[in-house]
């Protein structure tokens, strides 16, 4: 009732939007506390995972005569209705069949499931993004969800546990026995008589009850898991990796997760200690910045501006900028000044040492959309140093795949040797050139891509498969038979 309640207000004004919002936030907190959960997140996936599971039971397969329907989930946890005569696969259901109460009703089951996959996959990332903790019984049971656990086994998972790594001072090592609850005992070592213990972690994806990585190697998830942020796997020291196993293997991602951008703060930022002027001067229209920020979770405060609240760590990220973002300046538009994380609790600002390696990337992606889409100008400003780096890591799988051996990667630039002359595509802006001659006019049509090159992500980077494309074109300049195409290389 509430899902659909908040799914009505979108054709109402963006005020009352605001507050029936709030209203469905705050009675989803309320109904999780009084039903025992400690989040509304959980308490969605145990009731969708209640009704996934009826109306799976429920749907059987429909037969007309030669007819048969049926409703189906997909390895992507995507519900669809299938529909066959005498075996043979039909478009869609035939009109004669669609006023049949038994085919409404399936239609219904289908929309509630892809209604769940849609609210799934952004509470999925929105777990990743605010670090939430899951326990083993709780990540078991969505592992049996017909639309969770698809996409649940397509990411990474990480579970901390006791690492024995810990040297003593004189190079002595003391092992010490840790009761748990149930009485069960784990060797730890910790400093003698101080009782410090380290704690590493272990990365993989979702097998028979264990976490196993690319290279095979298998661990036990401990009694608290979390679905691992990209600054994990590139912690790890395996990233390359997982993007690997990612191509040989097909896997779609519901959402970015081993090909997600990640920030780190640079020397100037460490130097100046709790300020970032990352993307100070750099010009954005007001109306799309809002826009694009409120859909990652910023709110506007009419004396603050622009911020991101982080409840369970007590951290607000601030955006300054010389900007009134409730007009429509239309004199100048907003320069970009600094970025801010303050403790809630002192309003001091934390210093970025001491910050959350996870709020610090999240952050600054979500102020990298903004200065990518909402900038001022005809021309788009270089793609960020991060997402060339991920560009360049498609790529060389892509190449490797597909044993392709004329192409090297080289800072922000894909260098070709071809047949008919060398060349160079930008990893961000996909301008591509012939090497001591002018730039290549290759047109895309971006809606020609979609599905006839993997990308393993499911939200499509038109920009990513243009610059896969002009790659591969141009490394095999000698197939080419457009005339236009050919005309420029001459």
Not at 148 to 176: A, F, Y
């Amino acid at each position: 009732f509430l899902q659909k309640f908040k799914k009505e207000s979108k054709q109402f004004g963006s005020q009352r939007q605001a507050s029936e919002g709030l209203a469905v936030r705050i009675a989803m907190d309320n109904l999780a506390r009084t039903a025992g959960f400690s989040d509304p997140i959980r308490l969605t996936w145990a009731m969708e995972t209640q009704e996934a599971i009826d109306i799976i039971s429920r749907a059987k397969a429909l037969t007309f005569g030669e007819t048969t329907v049926s409703l189906i989930v997909d390895e992507d946890g995507k519900a669809a209705i299938v529909c066959f005569k005498a075996e043979k696969p039909l478009k869609s259901i035939p009109d004669a069949l669609k006023k049949e109460p038994a085919i409404i009703e399936l239609k219904e089951f289908n929309k509630t499931l892809n209604d769940q996959y849609k609210r799934t996959r952004k509470s999925l990332e929105a777990a990743m993004i605010n670090g939430d903790a899951f326990t083993l019984s709780e990540i078991t049971n969505l592992m049996n969800h017909p639309v969770v656990s698809p996409m649940l086994r397509k990411l990474v998972l990480k579970t901390n546990h006791p690492q024995p790594l810990l040297e003593k001072e004189g190079g002595k090592k003391k092992t010490v026995l840790l009761e748990k609850e149930g009485g069960e005992k784990t060797p730890l070592l910790a400093k003698e008589g101080l009782g410090v213990v380290k704690t590493g972690f272990s990365l993989g994806f979702w097998k028979d009850g264990e976490l196993v990585s690319p290279n095979k190697k298998s661990s036990k998830p401990s009694q608290t898991i979390q679905i691992a942020h990209c600054i994990d796997l590139y912690e790890d020291k395996n990233w390359a990796d997982y993007q690997k196993y990612c191509f040989e293997n097909e896997i779609k991602q519901p959402f970015k997760q081993i090909f997600r951008e990640l920030y780190i703060p640079t020397a100037d930022e460490l130097k100046e200690k709790a300020l970032s002027r990352r993307y100070a001067g750099h010009q954005v229209q007001p109306r799309k910045t809002v826009a694009l920020l409120k859909g990652q979770g910023w709110t506007v405060d009419y004396q603050e501006g622009l911020q991101k609240v982080f409840h369970k760590e007590g951290i607000i990220a601030k955006m300054y900028a010389m900007a009134d973002w409730f007009s429509p300046s239309d004199v100048e538009s907003p320069t970009l000044e600094t970025i801010e994380f303050i403790d809630k609790k002192t309003w001091k600002n934390v210093p970025f040492e001491q910050l959350d390696k996870r709020i610090f990337s999240e952050v600054m992606r979500d102020i990298d959309l903004v200065v990518s889409v909402a900038h001022v100008g005809e021309v788009d400003p270089e793609t960020s140093q991060s997402s060339i780096e991920l560009r360049s890591a498609l790529v060389r799988e892509t190449m490797r795949l597909f044993k392709v051996n004329n192409v090297e990667l080289k800072g922000s630039h894909a260098l070709i040797k071809g047949t008919k002359g060398d060349y160079s595509v930008h990893l961000g802006s996909a301008i591509a050139h012939k090497v001591a001659s002018s730039t290549l006019f290759i047109l895309p049509v971006h809606s020609q891509h979609r599905g006839k090159m993997f990308l393993p992500f499911l939200d499509e980077d038109p920009k990513t498969a243009e610059i896969m494309s002009k790659i591969l074109l141009l490394a095999k300049d000698n197939e080419i038979q457009d005339p236009t195409i050919l005309s420029q290389l001459k």
